[in-house]
């Protein structure tokens, strides 16, 4: 082995499975990445007809992957319109930090999210249950941390 490789601490290996319920008002995420990881991944549940606030990220990228159910996106394309995109089945879907995004049920569904860590603030532009923007500390009390 060379100087470069890297060297595993056995003291940070965790076997215990891990998933974390967080409840919303359009539905519920199951968090299945430990908060320590420099990535987030999530499972969406949008009940039908739900949307999750209009809103745009300063510091988080996000993925999406569709697995049940039929869902759209509504973003800002190239010329800053709001569109209305349809997710496909077994297609990926990302936003970029500054883009306005907001996902919305057409039935019961489920999305892979992979992201960025939750960082920085989630500024709500329209939200249906009147929350206010996401920053780290209305995070945690949003997940009872």
Do not use: C
């Not at 595993?8 to 499975?17: E, G, L, V, W």
């Amino acid at each position: 082995m060379n100087n470069d490789t890297p060297v595993f601490n056995p003291k940070d290996f965790d076997i215990r499975p891990y998933v974390k319920r967080v409840e919303k008002p359009w539905g519920y995420e199951l968090h299945w990445v430990r908060e320590d990881a420099p990535y987030i991944g999530k499972l969406l549940h949008i009940n039908a007809k739900a949307r999750l606030s209009l809103q745009v990220h300063d510091q988080k990228q996000e993925s999406w992957f569709i697995i049940h159910g039929r869902a759209v996106v509504i973003w800002e394309d190239a010329s800053g319109e709001l569109v209305e995109t349809e997710l496909q089945s077994g297609q990926g879907y990302s936003t970029k930090i500054g883009q306005k995004h907001r996902l919305v049920g057409i039935t019961d569904t489920d999305i892979i999210e992979v992201s960025t860590p939750e960082a920085g603030t989630t500024w709500r532009l329209e939200d249906d249950y009147a929350r206010p923007n996401e920053t780290p500390g209305q995070r945690r009390k949003e997940r009872g941390e």
